[in-house]
């Protein structure tokens, strides 16, 4: 019986270091390239082959998106023109001079991924098409895609046509801070008007992962034959979003890929909130002016791994003189978040109030007392002389009247 108990304690053990072997391990990807990145902070989680450039199919359609976002109103009235009508690929049969909201186009570019709306929606924004897409490389540039070049809205196949997974993760990043472009994304399924019809359309995400894997809440999938399968996919649980992107991978693999990411992610890693924005940090005296609060300029937060328990330190690096006048909000040093001896990060430290400077400090208004000072000490020593002259006066109207008096 002891011998039976004890095998089984054995297996156990070993059952738990291979599940705690599996829960660190990294995850181990079909795909050509693929990364992990925590939202809020853009920390990497994980990379392979991340800044390998690649095609990115319809994924092409989250800048899409952002542009529309950014230079157009939700309300305005797109028309389809016969270039749109015409599109390859994905559709949701525009008829041309068929009109839609942008918003209405938007739901179907993203859910749908059509790329008749893509067409429709770069034309309302720019005009065409071409001008739409210098639009799109200049927000990639800015946003820090570097190794990203678009040459349309839809993501059809073409040599000039590329990213990396680094940067379409960074687009990603970007986009999901908008509220509008985060609640399309994380959408199942939504009608809008079929033009001609008596029914609507009924958009479906393409994104099943919004179906399958708890707390999914975007992005977008993509394929075209030469680019592959691809995705960008996020998912929030406990307050911290993960955003994975999986480039050129095969059938369902595209899935398994995304899923591996985001389960290694939550598994391992955790989210911890050092500091919120406008938390005060200390007093400091401010020359020329009277002392000011300092408070923190943003949130600070760390993705760290769950077993790790090194505390985390900071230090206040501000410059010896601070001089008013200070306005509210004016940065006067730095916040530094150290792990052990390593630097992770830093914030700026900025002033609670503004801080005048005081009359009193000024150069002229010196002088001004000081002169105000002469001038008292001139009238004063004037005053003096006066009244020792009108009391010799006085002495002397004195002895001159004794005198006549003698003489009576």
Same mark, same amino acid.
């Given at each position: 019986?002891?011998?039976? %108990?004890?095998? #089984? ?26 990364? @992990? ?28 998106? $952002? ?23 994905? *559709? !949701?049969? @525009? ?29 309302? %924004? ?8 210098? /639009? ?36 990603? *990043? ?56 691809? %995705? ?24 398994? &890929? ?10 391992? #890693? ?28 943003? &949130?600070?937060? /760390? ?17 010896? !003189? $601070?001089?008013?006048? /200070? ?41 001004? %007392?000081?002169?105000? !000072?002469?001038? $008292? @000490? ?5 005053? !003096?002389?006066?009244?020792? *002259?009108?009391? *010799?006066? $006085? ?9 006549? &008096? #003698?003489?009576?």
């Amino acid at each position: 019986m002891k011998g039976k %108990i004890w095998s #089984f304690l054995i297996i156990f053990t070993l059952f738990l270091n291979n599940f705690s072997f599996a829960q660190n391990n990294e995850p181990n990807i079909v795909g050509t390239a693929g990364i @992990l990145i925590e939202a809020k902070t853009g920390k990497v989680l994980y990379e392979k082959n991340a800044h390998l450039c690649l095609e990115p199919a319809s994924t092409t359609k989250i800048m899409t998106a $952002i542009i529309a976002l950014e230079k157009g109103n939700l309300n305005d009235k797109v028309t389809t023109s016969e270039r749109a009508f015409k599109s390859d690929g994905s *559709r !949701i049969y @525009l008829e041309v001079g068929e009109t839609l909201t942008l918003e209405q186009m938007l739901y179907a570019l993203m859910l749908n991924s059509a790329n008749d709306a893509a067409v429709a929606i770069a034309e309302h %924004i720019s005009g065409s098409v071409e001008d739409f897409v210098k /639009l799109m490389n200049e927000k990639a540039k800015e946003i820090g895609a570097k190794n990203t070049n678009f040459v349309n809205p839809s993501g059809l196949p073409d040599k000039n046509h590329y990213t990396t997974a680094y940067d379409l993760a960074m687009i990603a *990043r970007y986009a999901l801070n908008n509220p509008t472009f985060s609640k399309i994304v994380k959408t199942k399924t939504l009608n809008i008007p079929w033009h001609g019809k008596e029914y609507d359309r009924t958009l479906i995400n393409h994104n099943k992962l919004l179906w399958r894997y708890e707390g999914a809440d975007g992005v977008k999938t993509g394929y075209t034959l030469s680019a592959g399968q691809t %995705i960008v996919a996020s998912a929030t649980r406990n307050g911290m979003q993960l955003i994975a992107v999986v480039l050129k991978s095969q059938g369902k693999n595209i899935y398994t &890929d995304a899923i591996s990411l985001l389960d290694y992610g939550f598994n391992n #890693f955790e989210r911890k909130d050092i500091i919120k924005k406008g938390e005060e940090i200390g007093i400091i005296n401010v020359k020329y002016g009277n002392p000011v609060t300092l408070i923190a300029s943003q &949130d600070f937060s /760390l993705i760290v791994e769950k077993n790790n328990n090194e505390p985390i330190t900071f230090k206040k690096d501000i410059p010896k !003189i $601070i001089k008013a006048p /200070l306005k509210k909000g004016a940065v006067v040093g730095k916040l530094n978040f150290y792990q052990g001896e390593k630097l992770i990060g830093s914030i700026d430290l900025v002033s609670k109030d503004e801080v005048k400077r005081k009359i009193s400090s000024y150069l002229w208004f010196k002088v001004l %007392i000081l002169l105000l !000072i002469v001038y $008292i @000490l001139f009238r004063i020593r004037v005053g !003096i002389k006066r009244y020792k *002259r009108h009391k *010799r006066k $006085i002495k002397y109207l004195s002895q001159f009247s004794r005198d006549n &008096d #003698f003489h009576y």
